[in-house]
């Protein structure tokens, strides 16, 4: 393989616990419909809130795992390469710690 080949072959940084990534966002998906039955079933306000509150806390573990991957595999491998490429790559990281921040 060329090295220009193997310059434009990427794969994200998560590909590697895709499978960790997945089975967390179905419990996600789980505590989500928990959510929506607690409130269909009229349940305390306290506890739909203390579950709502875990179900953010999975979602930002989540978000920082996969900021954390992306950091360590298509910044890393950007600022390598240099030039625009590396610039859009650290403002699109930059971006997303301050979408995550703001959340």
């Known amino acids: 393989m060329t ?10 940084g ?12 179905r ?3 789980g ?7 607690m409130v269909d079933d009229e349940k305390y306000c306290i ?4 579950q709502i509150s875990a179900l953010t806390s ?3 573990a989540v978000a920082v795992g996969l ?5 360590k595999h298509c910044v890393v491998d950007a600022a390598r390469m240099g030039g625009d490429d590396a610039d859009a790559k650290i403002k699109e990281a930059s ?7 703001r959340s």
């Open 3 to 12: 090295p220009e080949a193997t310059a434009h072959e990427h794969t994200h």
């Open 14 to 25: 998560y590909i590697t616990d895709k499978t960790k990534y997945l089975n967390r966002m």
């Open 27 to 29: 419990r996600i998906e």
């Open 31 to 37: 505590q989500a419909r928990g959510i929506t039955k």
């Open 47 to 50: 506890d739909i809130l203390t």
């Open 58 to 60: 999975a979602l930002q």
């Open 67 to 71: 900021l954390d991957d992306h950091l």
């Open 95 to 101: 971006d997303a710690i301050a979408r995550l921040v």
